[in-house]
């Protein structure tokens, strides 16, 4: 069990990288761990590095593995979290989330005019249904 670094409560994305580097894991082999462990094997070490960096903060099903895997307690983890998350070190940067040049429109609001499945051309002409 690796302690955090000092009394009080430090972020998560550096707890997490001392806690791999004292197994002497890489991104790729905690990737691997958390998979095998949890059963669900489309996490990649890209994840891994995202909550090290602090990009990202993981959810609570991948805190609870990630304190089973690097057998931190699960308490030591949330609190990091929660610290990151006060802290306000995550960049929301995911698909949708960006608001910088070239993401005008909000993730999934499609300009007038733009047609699509469900969709109708601009002034929302109604549909109709023909049987046979």
């Known amino acids: 069990m ?8 430090t ?3 550096p707890l997490l990288a001392r806690c791999r580097l004292a197994r002497g894991w890489s991104q790729q082999r905690a990737a691997a761990e958390l998979c095998a462990a949890a059963g669900v094997p489309t996490l990649s070490r890209h ?5 090290e960096r602090q990009r990202r903060v993981p959810g609570g099903f991948w805190l609870g593995w990630l304190a089973v895997v690097l057998d931190v307690p699960l308490v030591t983890l949330a609190e990091a979290a929660a610290a990151t998350r006060r802290a306000g070190s995550t960049r929301a940067t995911g698909p949708g989330r960006a608001t910088g040049p070239g993401r005008a429109t909000p993730r999934g609001v499609r300009p ?10 601009r002034g929302g002409g109604a549909r109709t249904m023909t049987t046979g």
């Open 2 to 9: 690796i302690p955090p670094a000092s009394p009080r409560c």
């Open 11 to 13: 972020q998560l994305g």
């Open 47 to 51: 994840e891994i590095s995202r909550w």
């Open 112 to 121: 007038a005019g733009r047609t699509g499945p469900g969709r109708t051309t």
